[in-house]
């Protein structure tokens, strides 16, 4: 058996390092790229939103690379998600490839029904065995998310534009080598250090931008446009609630125990919206809410066809919570170029904005 699973990020890191530690025959695809989508456009029903064609184009390239056992997260709830494993498996068997589709329902199976499938994967390996390969691999995770989030911090503030990027692509292939414990952690200092000696404008004070959205664009640089180094570029520091390290922690060992790290933001969204509406429909209204005095602005990650990030576009506008939203609709039809031009128009808007607040806080003064 030779399995594989789509991209997300940077997830495929930790994966590797789980399957590695447990001797199971995999392939990871070539990194999410333009060939990935045409693959999945062409082949996906007309009107698919595209985590759907971006994962499809993945799962061909997997399946193009001799994998048989195919993974593919799932989950209950509103949105199509539910129906993309089988979907998807039917449109490979109509491509010709003999392959299995394996549904990962993350979201109902929770922390055992994973280990049980890895389990499987694993050819029955032993618990004990199974567990320290995972717990390796949610270390590899977290290391990446604290790193990712200091060069959130250092994109906007660089003296040499592109420095953060260039040290996080290097800090993500020595965490993807890091064999140990020790060495990780060597890593995770060793790059924290080099973020922190990267030479700044003392005189820097960035505009903070929430991005909330859906969870596989906001999570995926390649369907988003790289928004967030784009801001990074245009001095922006980007906020993001939503990393795999969390939601796995909340998923798989909080929220079997009761704790619902979303309490707080649908408390947030109810005035506006009072039940889930699927998919990350109802975060993201919360957010808006939720960072109103926090954030100069939020960008909001809406895949084309997404009925949950509709409702939630549409209602934002309407709330008393009055941050300025810019919505970025991610489909193979939007061009970079063009959601360049809306990122710059955007800070500019929220620049003004902060120029203005202060110069009526000034005549305030006076
Ligand atoms: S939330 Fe939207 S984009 Fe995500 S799977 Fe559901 S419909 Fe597609």
Known sequence: MRIGIPHMGNLYIPLKALFNRLNVDYVIPPLTNQRTLSLGVKYSPEGLCVPFKLTLGNLIEIAELGADTLIMPGGYGTCRLGYYAKTQ???????????????????????????????RLANNASWPKIISAFRFGLRK??????????????RPVELVKGTANQI??????????????????????????????????????????????EFYVVLEPFSNFDVESELGKLGVEVRRTTFISEWTKFSMFLNPLGINEKDRIHKA??????????GDGWESIGEKVLHNNEYDGLVHLAPFTCMPEIIAQNIMPKTREN???LTIICDEQITKTGVLTRLEAFVDLLER??????????RVAV
């Open 89 to 119: 498996e039917q449109i490979l068997h109509d491509l010709g490839y003999n392959i299995k589709m394996i549904q990962l329902g993350v979201s109902e199976q929770k922390f055992l029904g994973l280990l049980k499938i890895i389990k």
């Open 141 to 154: 995770l977290n290391v990446i998310d604290r790193i990712e989030r200091v060069v959130q911090k250092v």
């Open 168 to 213: 996080f692509t290097k800090a993500l292939d020595a965490i993807d080598k890091a064999d140990d414990y020790r060495t990780l952690k060597k890593v995770e200092t060793d790059y924290l250090d080099q973020l922190n000696q990267v030479a700044k404008d003392p005189e820097a004070r960035p505009l903070i931008v929430g991005i909330t959205g």
């Open 269 to 278: 969204a109810l005035p506006y919206l009072k039940r889930d509406i699927g």
């Open 323 to 325: 941050i300025p939203v």
């Open 353 to 362: 904005k902060r120029r203005a607040g202060n110069h009526n806080r000034q």
